[in-house]
C-alpha cells in the first residue's frame, strides 16, 4: 500500500510537468495577446509591456524561465490584474470555490444517496420512478436555468435569500443548491445502479438468507459494494465542484476560482491560465489518490490488486 | 383527528422555519440607503488598474474620478468644467498658457496640501517612457511633452510646458491652441497621484506595484479607497479631507464587477443594486413596458461602423464600397433590430459634439447602390461579387446586427456575406493584421470633441486599419487642431467628414446610446454624453417601493 501511494505520487510529477509544458505553449499558440485591445497602443509601449512581463524573450526563454519560477514555487503576475500574484488571485479564490463546492456536494449526498438507495429498494415502483425521473430532469435542466429559476423565487418573490454576492452566509444557500442538486441527480442514479448490482450479489443473498433484516442487509452489507461508482464519481465530481463554476459564479456573482479561469483564457492572462489549470491539475491527482485509497477500502477485490 | 393534527403541526414547522429565514433577511441595500446614503454601483468589468496613469477601460474612470480630482472638474449637467482642486484660472490671449490658482485647502487624504509640484510631479510621471502609459498621448497637447514621451530628451533638456510658479500656482503651455483643453483635464490621465505615496513603493516608473491596495492608496478626491475584493467589491467613503466635503452626501459607494448584464438585472430587482451598467438587449422592450421608471436611455458619445479593407478587392473599388453604404437601411436597422433608441449614424462623428454636428454624408438609395454594383461587374468581366466575409466578434448584439444587414444587401444587391464569428482576442488581432475585408467596429470618445472621433483616419493613426490614407484628409485635421476659431474648426471637421463620405473607407450605422436601470431614489444623477456623473452631486432620497 505504501509502495502504491509513493509510485503514485512520483507519477504525479511528470503529469504536471506534460500538462504545465502543454498549457504553456498551447496558450502561446492562440492567437492575440494578452495587450491587444480595441484602442490601438503605441508599438513602443507595447514593448513596454511585454519587456516587464517578460514577454520579449524568445518563447524557449520565456518558457524555461517560466519552469524555474515554477520549482521555486512562484506562479508569476498576473497579466489582467495588474498588482496581484497569480497565487493571491489562487489564495482568494480557492477558500470561495472550497465552501461552494463542500456544501453543494453535501447536498448531492444528503439528497442523491437516500434516493438512490430507496429507488434500489423498490425498484419499479413509484419510489423508483418518482426520483429518478427527478434525477433525470436535474441532470437535464442546466443551471443557467435552474439558478435563475431558484434566484425568482426565493429572491425576487419571497425574498428570502440574497439572490447574488458573496458577503454572509446566506449567500452560500442558492449556488450550492442549484450546483448540488445536478450533482445529487447523478448521485442518485448511480447508487441506484450501484445498489442493485450489489443487491443481486450472492454474500447479500446470503445475508438475507440467514434471517438479517432489510435494513440492516442494506446498511451493513450492501453499501459498501454498492457505493463504489460513487465513489469512483465523486473524486472528479469533487474537483469539478471545488475548482469553481463558471455559470454558477457568473449567476450569482461569486468571486471564485472557475472565473479567474475562464476569463483567463479569454484575456490570454498567460499566468492566471496556467496556474489555474496547475492548481486544477494537482487537484485531481491528489483527489483521484483520495479515491483509490477510499475504493480499497470499500472493496476487497480492488485492495487485492494492488 | 390524529391525522390532521400531525399535517398542522407539519404546516406550523414549514411556516415557522419560512419565518425565521425571512426574518433572518436584512432589508435590501436599496432600502438601507436612504438610512446610510451608500450607493450600490454596477461597475460591469473589473478595472484592470486603479493607478490613474495606466488605466484604461470606463470602470477605472467611475472608480478614479470617486478617489482623486484633477485641476478642475465637471458641471453634473453639462460636464463643463467647473472649479476642482483650481478655483480659478486665467487663459492667456494666444490661448496657449493657463495658468492654475489652486486652493489653500484642497488635501490628500493623509492630510497633506495638493501642491502644484505634485500636478508637475504627475504629469511627469506618466510622460516618463520606461512607465509605459497607454493614455499618456492624451498630454501631448502639453508643450514639448511628445519630445519627453519619445524618451529623446530628459525632462528638464526637453523643456515640458509644465511649471510650478509656486505652489498653488501652476502653468501649462500648450503646443497649440486647443479649445477643448479644459475638458480633457477631466481625463484620469491628468489625475494627480501623491508624490511621496509612489516614491515609497517605487512606482514613478513601475507598473503592477502595491500603492493602489486600499491600504496604501492616497487620493484627493472625494472619496477614498475602503476595500477591494477583487471580482466582488470595490467600496469607497466619503474623505473628510476633501475641500467639498459638506456638498458630498453620500457616505459611501459600493463599486460591484458583474460582467453579466442578465445578473445585473436580478441585482437591480432584488434591491441590491442602485445603477446597473448595462441591460440585456433581449429584455428592453420588457422593461420599457412594465418598469418604464427604472429604464434610462441617454446618448453616449460612441460610433458602431463597419471597416472595409480598401486594399484588398472587391473593397479597393470605390463603387463597391459606395454600393454596400447606400443599399444599408440605418433606420430600418435602429427601429426594428436594435430596438434600444440609438441613432442612425449618417456620419462618423456623433451629433453635438462640442457644438459640431457633421452633414449627413452616408444615404440610403439602394437603386443608385444596384446602378454602381452592376457597373463595377461590368467592368471587372464578373456575372456577381464572390462571396464577401464580414467578421465580428462573438456577441449576440453583433451577430443580430450583422444578419440584418446581410439581409439587406442580398435583398438589395444581391451579394452573398458569409458571417465569421471570432473571439475577441483573435478578432484583434485578425484586424490588426489587415487580414480582413469586412469588420465590425465601434468607438467611444475619450472627451467631448469632434477630434476624439476623427484622428482616426489620419493616415498613420494606430486606429486607422481600413489602409485608406488622404493627405487632404491630414490636412484638414491639422488645421481643425490649429484653429481656434469654432466655426472655422468645424469647417474642417466638416471636410473631413465629407472624405470620409465620398471615399467611405468605413460604414457608419448607427450611435450609441447607454441604457441602464437606475432606482428612482438616486438624484443629482443627469444623463451625460460621457456617462459621467460627478458622485458629489449624487444623493439618495424618497420612499423605496418594495
Known amino acids: 500500500m505504501k509502495n502504491f501511494f509513493t509510485s503514485r505520487l512520483l507519477q504525479a510529477i511528470p503529469t504536471l510537468f506534460v500538462i504545465a509544458t502543454l498549457t504553456f505553449f498551447m496558450t502561446r499558440f492562440a492567437p492575440g495577446g494578452p495587450f491587444d485591445s480595441d484602442k490601438a497602443i503605441p508599438e513602443e509601449i507595447k514593448i513596454k509591456l511585454q519587456s516587464h512581463f517578460g514577454l520579449n524573450l524568445p518563447l524557449f526563454d520565456q518558457y524555461l524561465l517560466y519552469m524555474k519560477n515554477l520549482l521555486a514555487g512562484d506562479l508569476g503576475p498576473s497579466f489582467k490584474y495588474v498588482g496581484w500574484e497569480v497565487s493571491e488571485l489562487i489564495q482568494i479564490a480557492f477558500p470561495v470555490s472550497l465552501s461552494l463546492g463542500v456544501s453543494a456536494l453535501f447536498i448531492a449526498l444528503l439528497i442523491g444517496l437516500p434516493a438512490g438507495m430507496v429507488a434500489a429498494l423498490r425498484k419499479n415502483t413509484w419510489w423508483d420512478y418518482l426520483p429518478m425521473g427527478i434525477a433525470m430532469v436535474g441532470i437535464c435542466l442546466p443551471s443557467f436555468v435552474l439558478g435563475p429559476i431558484l434566484i425568482m423565487v426565493f429572491a425576487t418573490e419571497l425574498r428570502l435569500l440574497p439572490a447574488l454576492g458573496w458577503y454572509s452566509w446566506t449567500d452560500l444557500i442558492l449556488p450550492s443548491l442549484t450546483l448540488g442538486l445536478f450533482y445529487a441527480a447523478y448521485v442518485a442514479r448511480l447508487t441506484r445502479a450501484g445498489m442493485l448490482e450489489t443487491l443481486r450479489q450472492d454474500y447479500v443473498r446470503t445475508a438475507r438468507a440467514k434471517g438479517a433484516s432489510p435494513g440492516r442487509v442494506l446498511l451493513k452489507h450492501a453499501i459498501r459494494g454498492g457505493l463504489l461508482p460513487v465513489v469512483t464519481y465523486l473524486g472528479p465530481a469533487f474537483a469539478g465542484l471545488v475548482s469553481g463554476s463558471f455559470i454558477i459564479e457568473s449567476i450569482f456573482f461569486i468571486p471564485g476560482l472557475g472565473k479567474f479561469f475562464v476569463t483567463a483564457a479569454f484575456n490570454r492572462d498567460y499566468t492566471v491560465v496556467l496556474g489555474t489549470v496547475l492548481f486544477y491539475a494537482t487537484l485531481i491527482i491528489i483527489l483521484n489518490l483520495l479515491v483509490d485509497f477510499l475504493q480499497a477500502w470499500l472493496d476487497p477485490k480492488a485492495r487485492e490488486q494492488r | ?546
Open chain 2, 1 to 546: 383527528m390524529h391525522f390532521i393534527r400531525k399535517k398542522s403541526f407539519q404546516l406550523a414547522c414549514c411556516l415557522l422555519a419560512f419565518g425565521f429565514l425571512g426574518s433572518c433577511t436584512a432589508p435590501s441595500n436599496v432600502e438601507k440607503a436612504i438610512e446610510d446614503q451608500i450607493l450600490h454601483f454596477g461597475l460591469g468589468a473589473e478595472p484592470q488598474h486603479l493607478d490613474p496613469h495606466l488605466a484604461t477601460s470606463v470602470a477605472a474612470h467611475n472608480i478614479l474620478s470617486a478617489l482623486l480630482e484633477g485641476l478642475v472638474g465637471e458641471d453634473p449637467r453639462t460636464l463643463k468644467p467647473v472649479p476642482g482642486v483650481a478655483e480659478r484660472w486665467d487663459i492667456s490671449e494666444d490661448k496657449k498658457t493657463y495658468t492654475f490658482y489652486l486652493r489653500k485647502n484642497a488635501k490628500w487624504h493623509n492630510g497633506d496640501a495638493v501642491t502644484a509640484p505634485d500636478f508637475v510631479y504627475s504629469f511627469k510621471r506618466i510622460l516618463t517612457p520606461s512607465l509605459g502609459a497607454q493614455y499618456a498621448s492624451m498630454l501631448h497637447v502639453l508643450k514639448n511633452a511628445k519630445t519627453y514621451h519619445s524618451g529623446k530628451k530628459a525632462w528638464e533638456e526637453a523643456n515640458v510646458g509644465v511649471q510650478a510658479i509656486d505652489d498653488l500656482t501652476l502653468e501649462l503651455v500648450l503646443e497649440n491652441q486647443t479649445p477643448y483643453f479644459l475638458e480633457l483635464l477631466n481625463h484620469y490621465s491628468w489625475f494627480p497621484v501623491h508624490p511621496p505615496t509612489i516614491e515609497k513603493f517605487e512606482a514613478f516608473e513601475k507598473m503592477g506595484t502595491p500603492w493602489t491596495k486600499p491600504a496604501n492608496f492616497v487620493g484627493n478626491g472625494p472619496f477614498s479607497l475602503w476595500e477591494h475584493r477583487i471580482n466582488s467589491v470595490i467600496e469607497v467613503r466619503a474623505n473628510r479631507h476633501y475641500w467639498d466635503a459638506n456638498l458630498t452626501q453620500l457616505s459611501g459607494i459600493r463599486f460591484y464587477p458583474i460582467e453579466t448584464s442578465d445578473t445585473e438585472e436580478r441585482a437591480f430587482r432584488t434591491g441590491f443594486l442602485h445603477v446597473t451598467q448595462s441591460v440585456s438587449s433581449d429584455r428592453i422592450e420588457y422593461l420599457q413596458n412594465k418598469h418604464p421608471e427604472w429604464i434610462h436611455f441617454e446618448p453616449y458619445l460612441g460610433t458602431y461602423y463597419y471597416r472595409f479593407n480598401v486594399k484588398v478587392p472587391p473593397f479597393d473599388d470605390l463603387r463597391v464600397r459606395k454600393a454596400l453604404s447606400l443599399s444599408v437601411n440605418r433606420k430600418l436597422l435602429v427601429e426594428k433590430v436594435l430596438k434600444g433608441g440609438q441613432l442612425p449614424a449618417y456620419c462618423f462623428t456623433p451629433p453635438d459634439t462640442g457644438g459640431f454636428t457633421a452633414g449627413d454624408g452616408f444615404g440610403y438609395d439602394p437603386v443608385q447602390a444596384k446602378k454602381l454594383l452592376d457597373s463595377y461587374l461590368k467592368d471587372n468581366g464578373l456575372a456577381k461579387l464572390p462571396p464577401i466575409e464580414l467578421n465580428y466578434n462573438t456577441s449576440e448584439a453583433h451577430k443580430k446586427v450583422a444578419e440584418a444587414l446581410q439581409a439587406m444587401w442580398k435583398t438589395a444587391l444581391g451579394i452573398e456575406i458569409q458571417l465569421l464569428n471570432m473571439e475577441w482576442k483573435v478578432f484583434l488581432s485578425t484586424i490588426s493584421k489587415g487580414d480582413y475585408s469586412l469588420a465590425r467596429a465601434g468607438w467611444i470618445g475619450d472627451y467631448v470633441d469632434a477630434n476624439t472621433f476623427l484622428h482616426l483616419w489620419r493616415s498613420n493613426d494606430g486606429n486607422n486599419l481600413t489602409g485608406w490614407s488622404n493627405k487632404e484628409y491630414d490636412l484638414a485635421l491639422t488645421q481643425a487642431e490649429q484653429s481656434l476659431n469654432p466655426r472655422e474648426r468645424f469647417t474642417h471637421f466638416q471636410k473631413c467628414e465629407d472624405l470620409l463620405a465620398s471615399e467611405m473607407p468605413i460604414l457608419p450605422l448607427y450611435f450609441y446610446v447607454h441604457v441602464s436601470l437606475r432606482h428612482p431614489s438616486v438624484q443629482g444623477w443627469h444623463p451625460t454624453l460621457l456617462d459621467h456623473h460627478p458622485y458629489k452631486h449624487v444623493y439618495l432620497k424618497g420612499e423605496v417601493a418594495k
